[in-house]
């Protein structure tokens, strides 16, 4: 299985005028992929805008959503934004969905029927796919309805649509509808667990999620987790210890990643916890530390 490691940027280098230099370093570093969260208040760039502005200066780079949300959006739209992307940069497109936004506050954005955000996604993602595969598609749904539409010329290669979460009822959909995972704040044990999880539901479907569509995202400070990150971390997972979902050091990412490795996990998004004085460092230390771990 092929193990891939890639660069979630943080705050400080996602931003309109740090991105592109941190594009082309990550391009001239050989990095397998880029990952952009979907923070809307914040200086950070919009994921699809930002997946645009990458494919376009790079040959190399694969660029990917970790993790944009579905619902609240129409999925005509994201089937034509993905479409297009997808012929401008063929194989290097890599979109992962969630349910709702990671922040709170952001949630009203993503605006759904009370209580159908979960219908919402699936028919979302369902219509997605068909647009994306289909000449011509009609559709009637409880919450979107297309008659006889395309969106053009479909992507040459069929688009792994990844799925975020780790709630039991996402590992569920997931199994159900999804090309892969992408975990965030899960320990080992925890990844171990839902990739069972979801290849058994993937099983009771009738299909497969390939063995190597499954990975996590993991934040990696430079001398010990920071406040703002604890804060983050005790409150979506309380129950947890921080040492076992955030590496407080670059030794202890590699004793988190081979931990996942061992769950099963090939595919990994590893992002700064703190400040990063430099972004060439930043990207030095993960070639020495981690990268050798690809194969």
């Not at 949630?107 to 955000?117: N, S």
Request: aromatic share 6%; glycine share 10%; no cysteine.
């Amino acid at each position: 299985m092929k193990i891939r490691i890639g660069v979630g940027l943080g705050a400080q280098h996602g931003t309109p005028d740090a991105f592109g230099d941190a594009v082309d370093q990550l391009e001239a570093a050989g990095v397998d992929s880029l990952w952009l969260s979907e923070f809307v208040y914040s200086a950070q760039v919009d994921p699809l805008i930002g997946m645009t502005h990458a494919l376009a200066r790079t040959t190399n780079l694969k660029v990917g959503t970790g993790v944009a949300v579905l619902p609240g959006r129409h999925p005509v739209l994201v089937a034509k934004q993905l479409a297009t992307l997808a012929g401008l940069a063929p194989r290097r497109v890599l979109p992962v969905f969630g349910l709702r936004p990671a922040r709170r506050r952001e949630r009203d954005l993503f605006p759904v029927p009370t209580g159908q955000r979960g219908a919402v996604f699936d028919e979302s993602l369902h219509l997605v796919r068909q647009l994306l595969t289909g000449d011509e598609v009609s559709y009637t749904g409880q919450f979107f309805a297309v008659d006889g539409v395309s969106i053009g010329p479909k992507p040459a290669k069929p688009l792994d649509i990844w799925l975020g979460g780790s709630s039991p009822a996402a590992l569920r959909r997931i199994g159900r509808l999804g090309d892969g995972w992408l975990a965030s704040f899960l320990s080992p044990e925890e990844t171990r667990r839902g990739k069972a999880a979801i290849e058994a539901a993937a099983a009771e479907a009738g299909r497969e999620v390939e063995d190597d569509h499954y990975g996590i995202t993991l934040l990696v400070a430079d001398d010990g987790i920071p406040t703002g990150v604890l804060a983050t971390v005790r409150d979506r997972r309380p129950d947890a210890d921080p040492s076992d979902l955030v590496a407080a050091n670059w030794s202890d990412a590699r004793r988190l990643l081979e931990g996942h490795l061992e769950s099963g996990l090939t595919k990994f998004v590893i992002r700064p916890a703190n400040q990063v004085t430099s972004f060439e460092e930043f990207l030095h230390r993960l070639a020495e530390e981690l990268l050798p771990l690809q194969n």
